[in-house]
Structures are given as structure tokens and as C-alpha cells.
């Protein structure tokens, strides 16, 4: 119950009657606005969709029918589906699975941007239906819906799974390292511009997660192919990424994320001072008031504590289940009950209720996007990787700085509510990079991020309307977060996104999207949505400092 409803129901509580004010159960009367009683209908009918920009007789065996997807009871526009070779044979034992979207977008004009979730193993198919392809179907909503955030209404857009092994990807595994995936990514790549025409495209390149191995190595390897007809690499996105030693992403920022979400995970007084006595006795807590400086004093030394001390983050993992057994590692403020997702991963854990499918492993959904009749798994139970070992170095050692020093255009994300990888580790692992000649950022993280107000900013969208559409696609506006940018290197978050930013947050993601693309000066500018530029905005002057937790302060922690 929200706390303005208990203060209600205490002061009123003689004067209660059986028709119940709005506001006594603490919401806001209904405000009527344009089209509100019927917003899926205006949506559709608005919508700009693509006039059939790539069918050709290279593309027609991948097209897919735009009114043929199961339970979308909509067009989804054009798109095109199926698998492509990594070699230049194209009955190879190895291939790809991709799903492409155009853009209606004119100012998408000759670009294209790939976009990869991580895992190792996981589907680029969960970014397609739960994040920002066309149509999206959030867990513990009725059905796939429309999605107004969705990317391709930016740029072109293709969702890729990979590497082999993942999704519904074919052949023999035989990937050792990045270095493998990369150029396996970018055989691939070169059979699918040949395929839809696209030699002189930019390339963008976006992803979450362990992405942030498979994006810089991917980038860094058409960046050094140095052929601009298949390889254009001109910026890239990643979102909450693994970018340097595990335990320094974990475990040396854990105890500072507990004591900041000390509501959600409220431990009792023995494990609460049993985690105080390991963050300072590990050293974690005089690292991060070293290192976590701006700028920093000097390279940071090598991860060597004992197992007891990088197992912290699992020890904080464990105990939190007996508080809130629905407790979502990806995005923390979730408790139970645990909702049913229709990819069978609601969070944390792996949940199918009886006589519910997977999506995407239902015979029906394989017919219409031509995929082969194999078991669908949003994350691979077998190896992607030989032995299940990346031997490569993380991202940030050296193809990450060398990416961002070749494009000028590079963004990291990072959701203040994921615990899977937490921000302080982001922040310390780029205070140990070297990028354009200096270590780290030079300047405290403090400008604001800026996400434009728009129709589907607050519930009045919907006005009396129980539109499915408007109630699943509700998205947040006003400062939401920090960015900064040094360098070619923009760091930015977003206070009330878990691990899948552009799940928790899609207009923050949007806007990001926009500023990769150059179609917005800044994540601190003020101007509207490219794609809605008719709504007021304030002025920047007023926006004060970026929000959220304190990760710094002036002296470092």
C-alpha cells in the first residue's frame, strides 16, 4: 500500500463511504488526452512503416509476413528472417540466425545497427521481444503488444544470435576465445550486406551483458579489416557489460550496493556487520577510495584476494533468497509473486508454469520466421565456447580503448538497480583504462541525463482507457540518471533500470539510441525525441545535477 493511502485512510477514516475516492487509494483521477480512450488503435494507424526497402530476389527465401507472428495480432511491418553462413560456402556447417528490421526512419538512410545479448549463450531474441524490437511481450503482461520504443523507429536494426551454439544458431562449436566469435561475426556479416546490399553501411554495434566481450572484440576486428564496404564501424553501445576481472565488478562494490538498497535487502544485524568487517578487511573498502578517483592516481594493481574475499557477492546472493524468495538478481526492487515470461526466465530464476511454451521453441513461431525445428533456449544449456572457456583478455585491457580511440563514439550503461554487475565496478574498471592517452575520466561523473517528457510519460496517457498498450509501454521522463563524456567515451545511468536498461527503461534507451546516432548533441540536452518533437521541454538551465546513488564523492568513494 503506498504511504499516501495509509495517510488518507487515517484522517478520513469517519468520513468513509462505499464509493471510494481516487484519491483514498492514493492514485490520481483519470485525465482525458488526445486518443486516450483508444491508443492502440492511434498508435497503429500513425506509425510509419517501412515501404518494402529490401525485398529483391536475394531477400525474398528470408522474408517474413508481417501479419503471420503468432498471437501479434498486428503488422509488424517488414522484416526478414533465417540463417546465413560464417564462410563464404553457403551450405557451411556453420550459420547464424538473424532477425532484420528496417526503418521507416528517412534519416536511417545507410545505416544499420546490430544488436547482441550476451550470456555467454543467451539469445539476441530476448532483446528483440522484451527490450526494443517491434513488438514486445514483458513477463506478467497478457500478450505481445506494440512498442512505441521499439529501435528500429531510429535506425535499421538486426538481432543476431550468437555465437554458434546459441539460439537457433547451426553447427559444430569451435570457439576458444573473442577472437574466434569475431571472426566467425564477421563472415557472417559480410554473406548478410551482400544479402541485403548494404557495402558502404555505418555500423553500429550494440549489446548487454557479456556483449561487453563481444562488441569491442567484434568492433575492433572490422576496425582493423580496414574496409569500409562491409566494416564501417561508427559507434557502439553496451549496456551493464563485463568489461574487466570479474571480482572487480562484483565483489569489491557489493557492500556499498547493500548498504545503498538497504530497504531491499534489509539483513539482519550478524550478516549486515559480517559483511562491514569483509569489505574492510578484504581491502575492498581502501580500493575503492583509491582508485575510484577522478582523475585516478594511477593503474590499479591486480585482482589477488582470497576465495573467501571474491565470494562475497555470493555470499550477499545467498542470504538475500531467505528475505525474498523472488529475489531478480537483474533488477533488485522485484519481489514475488514470480510472473510468468513467456522466454521462461522471469528474473532470476527458470519458471514454466503447466501447459505454458517457450515462445520461441513453439512449432508455430519456428514456421514463421523460418527457423530450423530444433529446441529453442533463451540461454544455451551446451557450450558456446570449447570446454565452456573464453580465454580472451576482458574488453577493457585493450579492444575496448582501441575501439573507442578509432570511432569518437562509445557509451556505456549501467542500471542502478543490477546486481549481476554493479555501477561502482563499471566505474572503478574505467578509472583503469586507457583510452586517447590518459587513464580514466579526468572529471567527477556529475552532468545530468536527460530523457524528453513525452505522451507516454505518466499514467494520464491512458486516461480512463484500459488500453493494453499504453498500460505495457509506459515510460519515464526528466532527469533519470548521470552522463558524462570524456574523450569519445560517454558514461551514463539510469537510476531505476536493472540489468536490461531498455526493459526497465526504454525511453532512457531511446535516447541514448538517438545520441549514438548523432541525431541529439547530448544525453543532457534538452531537445525532444526526434520522433516527437512537438513537445515541451524545459530548459536545460533547470535541470540542476544528474540523480542517483553517490558512488563518489570529492574524495573518491
Known amino acids: 500500500m503506498h504511504w499516501s493511502t495509509v495517510v488518507a485512510s487515517l484522517v478520513t477514516v469517519a468520513a468513509v463511504t462505499e464509493a471510494r475516492s481516487w484519491q483514498h487509494v492514493g492514485r490520481k483521477p483519470p485525465v482525458s488526452s488526445p486518443n486516450a480512450g483508444d491508443y492502440l488503435t492511434h498508435f497503429l494507424e500513425t506509425r510509419e512503416t517501412a515501404d518494402s526497402k529490401f525485398a529483391n530476389a536475394n531477400t525474398t527465401d528470408f522474408a517474413v509476413n508481417g501479419t503471420g507472428i503468432p498471437d501479434v495480432d498486428f503488422d509488424i511491418g517488414e522484416s ?6 560464417i564462410t563464404d560456402d553457403p551450405d557451411g556447417d556453420q550459420k547464424l540466425f538473424f532477425w532484420f528490421f528496417p526503418s521507416p526512419n528517412d534519416a536511417a538512410d545507410k545505416e544499420i545497427l546490430l544488436w547482441l545479448n550476451g550470456g555467454p549463450g543467451c539469445s539476441s531474441f530476448e532483446g528483440l521481444i522484451q527490450e526494443n524490437g517491434p513488438f514486445i511481450w514483458q513477463y506478467g ?12 523507429r531510429l535506425t535499421n536494426i538486426v538481432y543476431v544470435e550468437q555465437p554458434v551454439g546459441t539460439g537457433f544458431s547451426q553447427g559444430t562449436v569451435t570457439a576458444t576465445s573473442e577472437e574466434d566469435v569475431a571472426e566467425q561475426f564477421m563472415g557472417f556479416w559480410k554473406n548478410f550486406v551482400d544479402t541485403f546490399s548494404m557495402q558502404g553501411y555505418k555500423v553500429y554495434i550494440a549489446g548487454e551483458s557479456y556483449a561487453g566481450k563481444y562488441c569491442p572484440y567484434i568492433a575492433s576486428a572490422m576496425l582493423d579489416a580496414d574496409d569500409a564496404t562491409y566494416y564501417n564501424v561508427s559507434g557502439m553501445m553496451i549496456y551493464d557489460p563485463v568489461l574487466m576481472d570479474d571480482t572487480l565488478q562484483t565483489s569489491y562494490s557489493v557492500v556499498p550496493f547493500v548498504d545503498y538498497n538497504k530497504n531491499l535487502m534489509p539483513f539482519n544485524d550478524s550478516f549486515s556487520a559480517y559483511l562491514q568487517e569483509k569489505h574492510e578487511s578484504c581491502g575492498f573498502a581502501e580500493y575503492s577510495a583509491t582508485y575510484l578517483q577522478y582523475p585516478p592516481p594511477g593503474p590499479q594493481p591486480g585482482v589477488n584476494v582470497s576465495d573467501e574475499c571474491a565470494n562475497l557477492w555470493y555470499s550477499v546472493y ?5 528475505l525474498n524468495p523472488c529475489f531478480d538478481v537483474y533488477q533488485v526492487a522485484t519481489t514475488c509473486p514470480l510472473l510468468w515470461d513467456v522466454l521462461g526466465f522471469p528474473g532470476s530464476l527458470y519458471y514454466i508454469p503447466e501447459g505454458a511454451n517457450v515462445y520461441f521453441d513453439r512449432e508455430d513461431v519456428k514456421q514463421a520466421i523460418h527457423a530450423p525445428n530444433i529446441t529453442w533456449e533463451e540461454c544455451a544449456s551446451n557450450d558456446v565456447f570449447i570446454n565452456n572457456h573464453d580465454k580472451s583478455d576482458p574488453s577493457g585491457y585493450k579492444v575496448l580503448p582501441h575501439v573507442i580511440e578509432a570511432t569518437q563514439n562509445v557509451i556505456i550503461g549501467h542500471g542502478i538497480l543490477d546486481m549481476i554487475l554493479l555501477a561502482n565496478g563499471s566505474l572503478l574498471s574505467i578509472q583503469n583504462m586507457t583510452w586517447g592517452g590518459k587513464l580514466g575520466f579526468e572529471s567527477v561523473p556529475i552532468e545530468p541525463f536527460y530523457v524528453p517528457y513525452h505522451e507516454l510519460s505518466t499514467g494520464d496517457a491512458i486516461g480512463e482507457s484500459d488500453d493494453m498498450l499504453a498500460l505495457s509501454t509506459l515510460a519515464g521522463a526528466g532527469v533519470m540518471g548521470i552522463a ?10 539510469v537510476n531505476i533500470a536493472g540489468h536490461m536498461i531498455p526493459q526497465y527503461a526504454p525511453s532512457a534507451a531511446f535516447r541514448q539510441l538517438e545520441f549514438l546516432l548523432g541525431r541529439v548533441e547530448g544525453l543532457s540536452s534538452t531537445q525532444a525525441f526526434t520522433t516527437d518533437k512537438d513537445t515541451p521541454q524545459p530548459s536545460a538551465d533547470s535541470l540542476g545535477n544528474g540523480t542517483g546513488p553517490w558512488t563518489w564523492s570529492s574524495t573518491g568513494h
Not at 484 to 493: F, W
Request: aromatic residues 18%.
Open 318 to 322: 545467498s542470504e538475500v533468497f531467505s
Open 484 to 493: 558524462h563524456t570524456e574523450r569519445g567515451l560517454t558514461y551514463v545511468t
Open 141 to 152: 503482461t497478457y500478450k505481445p503488444v506494440p512498442n512505441p520504443w521499439s529501435w528500429h
Open 80 to 85: 526478414y528472417s533465417g540463417l546465413l553462413s
